[in-house]
Nanobody, 124 residues
Framework: QVQLNESGGGLVQAGDSLRLSCVAS????????LGWFRQAPGKEREFVAAITTGGRMDHAESVKGRFNISRDDDKNTLYLQMNGLKSEDTADYYCAAKIIGWMLTGTLDEYDYWGQGTQVTVSS
């Protein structure tokens, strides 16, 4: 079983930066694909970014050029560097892990483990 714990959220102003972290416990996620999703109030959860075991990455069009996903397998940790934050980035951010590590996907149902989320609020 894998437990995921996000941190790093907070209240920031438009244009600011934040780095979210997601620490995995229970077992190593070195062989897992990892992803970030977000859910704004009243909206469905949506894909933000994903990274495979081989380092292939994908980012949603809405965050390309501003957000960057990375992983540190030595620390069993996933990161999301968020720059140039906008009010529309306000959401709860969730990390997720997928057992099939080579698969790069933004489909929620394909992920096996989820964290509890960390809140990001961007004031304009």
């Amino acid at each position: 079983q894998v437990q995921l714990n996000e941190s790093g959220g907070g209240l920031v102003q438009a244009g600011d930066s934040l780095r979210l972290s997601c620490v995995a416990s229970g077992r190593s996620v070195t062989s897992y694909a990892l992803g970030w999703f977000r859910q704004a109030p009243g909206k469905e959860r949506e894909f933000v970014a994903a990274i495979t075991t081989g380092g292939r990455m994908d980012h949603a069009e809405s965050v390309k050029g501003r957000f960057n996903i990375s992983r540190d397998d030595d620390k069993n940790t996933l990161y999301l560097q968020m720059n140039g934050l906008k009010s529309e980035d306000t959401a709860d951010y969730y990390c997720a892990a997928k057992i099939i590590g080579w698969m790069l996907t933004g489909t929620l149902d394909e992920y096996d483990y989820w964290g509890q989320g960390t809140q990001v609020t961007v004031s304009s």
